[in-house]
């Protein structure tokens, strides 16, 4: 089933933060996050096992909460570059293998 | 090879003819995936390669699609009798093992396949 990412869409100004969250009724093992520039391939940000793990990258982190089936990416002080669709995808087992689900997606814009 | 890589880059078809679509995994990889993106919308699973077996083609919206992997490597999308609503672009992503929990997918840059 397919993650749900909110919200959808965000505006932000250079310098502001963020956070986007992907739920799902699963139960999970991991949490991997992409983002996507338009006209561009998906890239790998980060993945996040089960366990309460945080990590950061740069200024982006991201925490997986796996009673609550959720995980969310922390974007602080944005740049221009983070301006694009991230996309959490959820792990579970899934006929007989590990499967990652995606969700619909976060449209984020950063402006000047 | 360094990366994924897909061809063609772009493709327009009209209604009713075949098309294939290419992947190239990255060397070593086991596992290989094909993903569906419709023009602002996320990414829609298609099939998973284990090696040449594809062990999950639950995605796959109609008999007109299918896949095939051939010496572990390269994996070809075939689309017959191709309708409007297949326009979109087409993914392809491998990882290393397949079926491990935590691995990375390193994806292509898609076909772009538009049907008039």
């Known amino acids: 089933q397919q993650p749900v990412q909110s919200p959808q869409a965000v505006i932000l100004r250079e310098g502001e933060d963020a956070v986007i969250n992907c739920s799902s009724s699963?139960?999970?093992?991991?949490v991997h996050w992409y983002r996507q520039k338009h006209g561009e391939a998906p890239v790998f940000l980060m993945i996040l096992l089960k366990g309460g793990e945080q990590k950061g990258h740069d200024k982006i982190s991201a925490s997986f909460n796996e009673k609550k089936q959720q995980s969310s990416l922390y974007l602080t002080a944005s740049q221009l570059s983070y301006s694009g669709t991230y996309f959490c995808?959820?792990?579970?087992?899934?006929?007989?293998?590990?499967?990652?689900?995606f969700g619909t997606g976060t449209k984020l814009q950063v402006i000047p | 090879g360094a990366g994924v890589s897909q061809s063609p880059s772009n493709k327009v078809t009209e209604k009713g003819k075949d098309v294939e679509l290419r992947c190239d995994p990255i060397?070593?990889?086991?596992?290989l995936y094909w993903y569906r993106q419709s023009l602002g919308q996320g990414l829609e699973f298609l099939i998973y390669f284990q090696g040449n077996s594809a062990p999950d083609k639950s995605g796959l919206p109609s008999d007109r699609f299918s896949a095939e992997r051939t010496g572990g490597s390269v994996s070809t999308l075939t689309i017959q009798r191709t309708q409007q609503e297949d326009s979109a672009v087409y993914l392809c992503?491998?990882?290393?093992?397949?079926?491990?929990?935590?691995?990375?997918?390193?994806f292509g840059p898609g076909t772009r396949l538009l049907v008039l």
């Open positions: 060397s070593g990889h086991t596992a």
């Open positions: 995808g959820t792990e579970g087992y899934s006929g007989g293998y590990q499967k990652v689900t």
């Open positions: 992503a491998s990882s290393s093992l397949g079926g491990a929990v935590g691995e990375t997918q390193y």
């Open positions: 699963k139960a999970l093992y991991s």
